[in-house]
């Protein structure tokens, strides 16, 4: 698919229609609140624009802007803080319609940074430990750690609400 | 695809079809303004002239300027410091910081984990309010190594001697406070604006216990800057009084 530099406002809106969901769950997990989700999610494709990346496939192409999405919350100085700021401080903020809180999202969401995104990846977007290291650069055995430390917290919290399969 | 209910959960985050809209506009309006600046770049390169580096040169000599005064600036003006008495326990003084950088905080050993018993929290960090707290233990000889605590909208970060103490390194100036007969270093910074044009500040200290590490912060919008900040210097001043810990006694 090999599109780069100088793509067209057709190509980037239909980029941003592949990815946004994904890109703005990973970027929520890190940012904690709308607001500053969205300034993530714009950087994340900004990013795209400028670098004008070529893609193997739409698969190369998420996983891209998954690990930028990432990288950038963690390098933005406010994630540092915001990662524990109350998510209730954002539920009655007007124009965040589509985020809802539930007691499953809050537990997660409670979880250290590093393991909600995998755990996202993992669980919702399906990616194995295997895919997930490649993607965020990191080795294998600090994925299965991650996940192994997340689970334990989510079965302790949701108890017989956390399945595994 | 394993677990239905993280599943439902997140299927509920996205953006709502105003900030879609916002996004994708803002993109799009990115990508030409992005095209015209390589249009841009391009003519620069055909009729190149000396005389349009002036303002960028001028931006280095600023930047650069800025950094040694800053650098030299051993003494901060008194409005860069914010002061909050502690009685008879002394005066901590808040000194303006650059803001955290990325560190590594790899412990080296394998660990486990497990939430801190509401005694164990009174233990560690005194009688402070709703403590909750998570601890990280080496896997080994099950000795306690981490903790990572909040006690209302504080954080506090304790950690056991020779081990990294956080995930970030603060540029904090080397003045320090001295409570209860402790060295203190305490500082603060500005997040940048958000879209909203909101700011956030956030109050950090460090002090050490003998060789115990901690480290407490909390951040919030500039206009609760007073309130909080004597909000961390009471729980700094409790963690103190409360004295150094025999962390031995805390095992996993």
Known sequence: ?165 | MKNKQIIDSWNKIGPDSAADVRILGTLLAHNRSSKNEKGAVTTMNRTFNWKRLVPIAACLVFIVTVTVVIGNNANLSQSDVYTEALGENGTLNFYKSSGPVAADIDFGVDVISRNLTPDENIFLFGNLADTTSYAMFNSDDQSLLHVDAKTGDITILLAAPGIPISDVIIDADSNVSIINGVPVSAGYFFTDRNREGNRYIIYLASFTLDDISLYVELGGAEAESETMRKEIASVIEAIIQNGTPDLSKVAA
């Open chain 1, 1 to 165: 698919m090999a599109k780069s530099l100088l793509r067209t406002d057709k190509e980037i809106a239909e980029i941003y229609e592949r990815h946004k969901l994904t890109v703005y769950r990973v970027c929520f997990a890190y940012m904690n609140n709308p607001v500053d989700t969205e300034d993530a999610v714009q950087d994340t494709f900004f990013q795209l624009i400028k670098t004008g990346m070529a893609f193997e496939s739409e698969e190369h192409e998420k996983a891209w802007l998954i690990r930028t999405a990432s990288n950038l919350c963690k390098n933005t100085l406010r994630h540092w803080w915001r990662k524990r700021v109350n998510l209730d401080d954002y539920e009655n903020l007007p124009g965040i319609g589509n985020v809802e809180i539930d007691d499953t999202f809050s537990v997660v969401m409670g979880l250290p940074d590093k393991y909600k995104t995998v755990v996202y990846l993992y669980y919702y977007e399906g990616y194995t430990s295997v895919e997930i290291s490649k993607i965020l650069g990191k080795p294998q055995s600090t994925i299965r750690n991650y996940l192994h430390e997340a689970r334990s917290v989510l079965r302790e919290k949701l108890g017989g609400d956390f399945n595994e399969k």
